[in-house]
């Protein structure tokens, strides 16, 4: 008897339409609606997708100085290769189905300056080295009874949280707010993006969510996922969601911290050792160094906006030196120790605004260089308030600073392709260029009427 062949689920669906989309360099997600006819077509091949996704910021300006493209390229289009792993039905829009893809060259490798394609890169190595990466991301966010229009009515000033005051982990909050609250837990769960936790954190309207670790890209693909669907499900709700670093200088930020770890290639955890106090491998000594010696040249891959250096300020739960510490909030690593499995880093420098691909290749590149590299951790862990030791490289002051480190950076240009440092790197600048030709409401309140 001959088997029946595998299903495909995605060709089972009775839709008429598939949503698929890709990240730009930003991390913000750029898709569009696929007649299911033109799906099949080009499911196992790819299709023509605008390159100027890589040539303009998230305000859709045209970057200046960009090599990839540009006028002189004439915006030509890229090839887009669906990853048919990735298939989801989107809940809240009729279970929709949805894919996402990568940009590949004409060749069919992957495109140097494509986010998921960096990452897939950095986990061929890893491979190579006989490990694999186990990867969870946790964010938070800010909620305002608002929407786009009205915020653009507002001028983006004074935006009215979806709850008052500071109530972290309030289970009233949660009450008050039930059926959104609910959306997001199940709606996700659907969507193939797994929550393990989601409670209020402390600030007037914000939510804090914890994604199921999972495989490296995966891990990255539900980050990615989870900011475009809450948004998505928030709207629906009559709500705003913004994933800003820092909208209020007077509250904390909004954090997109990266739980990590490693297996060999039997899938056995490898950074526990019970000969060690805190638990610590000397593998993952290796690796928690080589993060603390890459980070300051690659903090603009987990810090990519003007905004996110707002939030890395003393005494807002988020770091400014690249120190560690064993079970210290106030470091930039937070070294884990926990049963065999559980041991493990958490990356507390980005925020939400993080690309997540990027911001996970970063850390695990850096991780992989210690071990390359047998890089010794020096400092001792930080006991206590990290704000006051005097320990660790401090990080760049600004985007423009980290951009030019990042672009000159030799361990950048050793991690990651030549190609792809200078364009981000160049789009870093351009952002901090367009920061710069703004007058500020701060100046404004200081020296209109004074000076």
Same mark, same amino acid.
């Given at each position: 008897?001959?088997?029946?062949?595998?299903?495909?689920?995605?060709?089972?669906?009775?839709?008429?339409?598939?949503?698929?989309?890709?990240?730009?360099?930003?991390?913000?997600?750029?898709?569009?609606?696929?007649?299911?006819?033109?799906?099949?077509?080009?499911?196992?091949?790819?299709?023509?997708?605008?390159?100027?996704?890589?040539?303009?910021?998230?305000?859709?300006?045209?970057?200046?100085?960009?090599?990839?493209?540009?006028?002189?390229?004439?915006?030509?289009?890229?090839?887009?290769?669906?990853?048919?792993?990735?298939?989801?039905?989107?809940?809240?829009?009729?279970?929709?189905?949805?894919?996402?893809?990568?940009?590949?060259?004409?060749?069919?490798?992957?495109?140097?300056?494509?986010?998921?394609?960096?990452?897939?890169?950095?986990?061929?190595?890893?491979?190579?080295?006989?490990?694999?990466?186990?990867?969870?991301?946790?964010?938070?966010?800010?909620?305002?009874?608002?929407?786009?229009?009205?915020?653009?009515?507002?001028?983006?000033?004074?935006?009215? #949280?979806?709850?008052? /005051?500071?109530?972290?982990? +309030? $289970?009233?909050?949660?009450?008050? &707010?039930?059926? =959104? %609250?609910?959306?997001?837990?199940?709606?996700?769960?659907?969507?193939?993006?797994?929550?393990?936790?989601?409670?209020?954190?402390?600030?007037?309207?914000?939510?804090?969510?914890?994604?199921?670790?999972?495989?490296?890209?995966?891990?990255?693909?539900?980050?990615?996922?989870?900011?475009?669907?809450?948004?998505?499900?928030?709207?629906?709700?009559?709500?705003?969601?913004?994933?800003?670093?820092?909208?209020?200088?007077?509250? #904390?930020?909004?954090? /997109?911290?990266?739980?990590? +770890? $490693?297996?060999?290639?039997?899938? &056995?955890?490898? =950074? %526990?050792?019970?000969?060690?106090?805190?638990?610590?491998?000397?593998?993952?000594?290796?690796?928690?160094?080589?993060?603390?010696?890459?980070?300051?040249?690659?903090?603009?891959?987990?810090?990519?906006?003007?905004?996110?250096?707002?939030?890395?300020?003393?005494?807002?739960?988020?770091?400014?030196?690249?120190?560690?510490?064993?079970?210290?909030?106030?470091?930039?690593?937070?070294?884990?120790?926990?049963?065999?499995?559980?041991?493990?880093?958490?990356?507390?420098?980005?925020?939400?605004?993080?690309?997540?691909?990027?911001?996970?290749?970063?850390?695990?590149?850096?991780?992989?260089?210690?071990?390359?590299?047998?890089?010794?951790?020096?400092?001792?862990?930080?006991?206590?308030?990290?704000?006051?030791?005097?320990?660790?490289?401090?990080?760049?002051?600004?985007?423009?600073?980290?951009?030019?480190?990042?672009?000159?950076?030799?361990?950048?240009?050793?991690?990651?392709?030549?190609?792809?440092?200078?364009?981000?790197?160049?789009?870093?600048?351009?952002?901090?260029?367009?920061?710069?030709?703004?007058?500020?409401?701060?100046?404004?309140?200081?020296?209109?009427?004074?000076?």
């Amino acid at each position: 008897m001959v088997p029946s062949a595998p299903s495909v689920p995605w060709k089972e669906s009775p839709a008429r339409k598939v949503k698929v989309a890709a990240s730009d360099i930003d991390g913000v997600l750029r898709g569009k609606f696929l007649h299911i006819d033109k799906f099949h077509s080009i499911a196992e091949s790819s299709f023509g997708f605008c390159n100027v996704i890589f040539g303009w910021d998230c305000w859709d300006r045209l970057y200046e100085g960009a090599q990839y493209t540009g006028w002189h390229t004439g915006y030509p289009d890229a090839a887009v290769s669906v990853d048919l792993n990735t298939y989801r039905e989107i809940p809240w829009h009729e279970n929709t189905p949805f894919f996402l893809g990568d940009f590949v060259d004409k060749n069919g490798a992957g495109l140097e300056v494509c986010p998921r394609q960096l990452l897939k890169r950095i986990i061929a190595k890893a491979a190579k080295m006989g490990f694999s990466a186990k990867v969870g991301c946790e964010f938070e966010w800010f909620n305002f009874q608002e929407s786009a229009a009205s915020m653009e009515q507002k001028g983006f000033v004074n935006p009215t #949280p979806l709850t008052p /005051g500071m109530f972290g982990y +309030s $289970l009233l909050r949660m009450s008050d &707010n039930h059926e =959104f %609250f609910t959306a997001i837990m199940e709606q996700m769960d659907r969507f193939r993006v797994p929550i393990e936790g989601l409670h209020p954190e402390t600030g007037p309207g914000v939510y804090e969510a914890a994604i199921l670790y999972s495989d490296a890209l995966e891990a990255a693909d539900r980050a990615i996922l989870f900011k475009s669907g809450v948004k998505e499900i928030a709207s629906q709700f009559g709500i705003l969601a913004s994933f800003m670093a820092k909208w209020n200088m007077a509250l #904390p930020g909004c954090s /997109g911290h990266i739980h990590q +770890s $490693l297996v060999d290639a039997q899938g &056995n955890p490898v =950074f %526990f050792s019970n000969k060690d106090p805190h638990s610590m491998s000397p593998l993952f000594r290796h690796y928690v160094a080589g993060v603390l010696h890459c980070l300051p040249d690659l903090l603009a891959l987990c810090a990519p906006t003007v905004n996110s250096y707002k939030r890395l300020v003393e005494g807002f739960w988020a770091p400014t030196r690249a120190t560690w510490g064993i079970d210290n909030r106030t470091c930039a690593l937070r070294v884990i120790p926990a049963s065999p499995a559980a041991t493990r880093l958490e990356f507390r420098v980005p925020g939400a605004d993080m690309n997540p691909y990027l911001a996970i290749a970063a850390t695990i590149a850096a991780g992989l260089y210690g071990i390359e590299n047998e890089v010794a951790l020096l400092d001792p862990p930080v006991s206590g308030n990290g704000y006051q030791s005097e320990l660790g490289v401090r990080f760049p002051k600004n985007l423009q600073e980290a951009a030019i480190r990042f672009r000159d950076s030799k361990i950048a240009n050793t991690l990651f392709p030549e190609a792809f440092v200078q364009h981000f790197a160049q789009s870093r600048l351009w952002e901090w260029q367009q920061s710069q030709q703004v007058v500020t409401d701060w100046e404004l309140k200081r020296y209109f009427e004074i000076i």
